[in-house]
C-alpha cells in the first residue's frame, strides 16, 4: 500500500513564524501535491510538483513556498504564517501516468494565532 | 474552467436508509477523469473510484453505486442501506488539463452523518 506521511497532525505557531510542513511518500511517486481544505471550500490547490526540483504554482499559492529537493520528499513552507493560513493541510502523491487517484496523508492541521 | 458542486452540504439520515450524494461538474475538454473519494474522521482521503469520460456505464461496488451521465454533467454517488460506519465526508472531484498541467478539481464536500 502506498504509503504518505505527514510530519505533524497538529501544529500550533504564532503569527509571522516561518512554517515548514513536511511531506513523505514511500511508492517512488512522480507527482506531489499540497491542498488546504476549508470548510465550504473544499480542497484547493496550493502547489504541485511533478518531478524533482520542478514545482508549479496551484490556485493559491500566495503565502506559500516549496521545495522538493528528493522525489520522495515534497515540503510546504509558509514564509511568515498569518491567521488565514489556520488550516487543515492534505498532501498527496500519484504515479507519473496522467489521472491516476491521488493518495492522500491524514493531513495537518495547522493553528496560527 | 473547470468546476466541480457538491450542493449538499451536509446530509442525516438514519441507519440503513438509502442516500445519494449529488456531483456536477463543468469542463469543456472532451476527455476527463471523475473521482470520488471518502474521508472519515481520521483525515485521510480514501480513494473510491475513478471514471473516465467515455465509459458511462454506471458502476456497483457492494453498498455503492455510481451513476455518470454525460448529458447533465452529473456523477452521482449513492449508498444503499447506509450504515454508521459510512458517516464521513464525500468529496468528488474532476481531473483536466490546467495551466498546461493535469491537476485535480474538488467539489466543496458533502458531510455524511449515519445515525444509528
Known amino acids: 500500500d502506498v504509503k504518505v506521511t505527514q510530519s505533524s497532525r497538529y501544529l500550533v505557531k504564532r503569527t509571522g513564524e516561518k512554517v515548514f510542513l513536511e511531506c513523505v511518500q514511500d511508492?517512488?511517486?512522480?507527482?506531489m501535491f499540497w491542498y488546504r481544505q476549508d470548510p465550504g471550500l473544499g480542497l484547493r490547490l496550493i502547489y504541485f510538483?511533478?518531478?524533482?526540483?520542478?514545482?508549479e504554482k496551484g490556485d493559491i499559492p500566495e503565502g506559500y513556498s516549496v521545495s522538493r529537493e528528493k522525489k520522495e520528499r515534497f515540503s510546504l513552507i509558509l514564509e511568515s504564517a498569518s491567521t488565514n493560513q489556520t488550516s487543515m493541510y492534505l498532501c498527496?502523491?500519484?504515479?507519473?501516468?496522467?489521472?491516476?487517484?491521488?493518495?492522500f496523508g491524514n493531513g495537518t492541521r495547522l493553528t496560527v494565532t | 474552467a473547470q468546476k466541480v458542486t457538491q450542493a449538499q452540504t451536509e446530509i442525516s439520515v438514519v441507519e440503513k436508509e438509502d442516500v445519494t450524494l449529488d456531483c456536477v461538474y463543468e469542463?469543456?475538454?472532451?476527455?476527463?477523469?471523475l473521482f470520488w473519494y471518502k474521508q472519515p474522521p481520521s483525515g485521510e482521503l480514501v480513494f473510491l473510484i475513478r471514471?473516465?469520460?467515455?465509459?458511462?456505464q454506471n458502476e456497483i461496488s457492494g453498498r455503492y453505486s455510481w451513476n455518470f451521465q454525460k448529458s447533465t454533467s452529473s456523477f452521482n454517488f449513492t449508498i444503499t442501506a447506509s450504515q454508521v460506519v459510512d458517516s464521513a465526508v464525500y468529496f468528488c472531484?474532476?481531473?483536466?488539463?490546467?495551466?498546461?498541467?493535469?491537476?485535480?478539481?474538488f467539489g466543496q464536500g458533502t458531510r455524511l452523518t449515519i445515525n444509528p
Open positions: 511508492m517512488d511517486h512522480e507527482n
Open positions: 510538483s511533478y518531478d524533482v526540483k520542478m514545482k
Open positions: 498527496a502523491s500519484s504515479p507519473g501516468q496522467g489521472n491516476s487517484p491521488l493518495h
Open positions: 472531484a474532476l481531473s483536466g488539463w490546467i495551466q498546461g498541467a493535469q491537476k485535480l478539481v
Open positions: 471514471r473516465n469520460s467515455f465509459d458511462e
Open positions: 469542463t469543456r475538454d472532451t476527455t476527463y477523469y
